[in-house]
């Protein structure tokens, strides 16, 4: 069990432009978590999926930033028109039984944007 | 508005010692209260977590004691030793809404040898 796989481990982008972060969960967890990891602000919640299915993207910032699950196997964060206040890592996590109970977290995406 | 509280930027003690970290919270609705310990270039992981019903839950050299009353909690890692540095996360989480975890701002627990 590799657990959950993020990638790429560092992005670095221009202010602009367009930045996909990707999740492998581990397999046969029914949920997928994402949050943003900063100095200042520390873990926020972005948005949550379970058996694919988007529950709650409460924490997610509206206009520029998505968040999809196409297959169990993987799930992308997109963040379009990238600010440098977009600076973060990014968090990804699975569950095997759909609660926060136990989270298992990737070792993030380090989004830097210049 | 913090809904989870860690009074503690950072925090050394020396090896051997017991490293008490501390934790409070705003809402009386959390019912679950895990602890994350993170190492530089890694997410998070799960220590050890308590339920608002116990007061006390021990895995180990770590134990974590909670009052109910108060709404706060701490983790007391005894025998502290220099692979215990790392970042501690206090979270929290109430039944009604039970993906929703709610993270402290940590604290940057140094052991020195």
């Known amino acids: 069990n590799a657990g959950v796989i993020q990638t790429p481990r560092h992005k670095v982008t221009g202010k602009g432009q367009e930045a996909t972060l990707w999740c492998e969960p581990i397999?046969?967890?029914?949920?997928v978590f994402w949050y943003r990891q900063t100095i200042v602000q520390g873990l926020e919640f972005l948005t949550y999926?379970?058996?694919?299915?988007?529950?709650?993207d409460s924490g997610m910032p509206k206009e520029r930033f998505s968040a999809q699950m196409p297959n169990q196997s993987h799930s992308t964060l997109k963040i379009q028109s990238t600010q440098p206040q977009d600076s973060a890592v990014y968090l990804c996590?699975?569950?095997?039984?759909?609660?926060?109970?136990?989270?298992?977290f990737g070792s993030g995406t380090r989004l830097t944007v210049l | 508005q913090q809904q989870v509280r860690q009074s503690s930027q950072s925090l050394t003690v020396w090896e051997g010692e017991t490293a008490i970290l501390n934790c409070s919270y705003e809402?009386?609705?959390?019912?679950?209260f895990p602890w994350y310990q993170q190492f530089p270039g890694e997410g998070p992981a799960l220590l050890i977590a308590?339920?608002?019903?116990?007061d006390k839950k021990e895995d180990g050299r770590f134990t974590i004691f909670f009052n109910k009353r108060e709404k706060n909690l701490s983790l007391h890692i005894k025998d502290s030793q220099p692979g215990d540095s790392a970042t501690y996360f206090c979270a929290a989480s109430a039944s009604s809404g039970s993906w929703q975890l709610i993270f402290g701002s940590g604290t940057q627990l140094t052991v020195m040898p």
């Open positions: 397999s046969g967890h029914s949920a």
């Open positions: 999926f379970r058996n694919q299915a988007p529950i709650d």
């Open positions: 809402n009386s609705a959390f019912d679950y």
């Open positions: 996590a699975s569950s095997l039984g759909g609660s926060a109970e136990t989270l298992y």
């Open positions: 308590i339920r608002s019903v116990s």
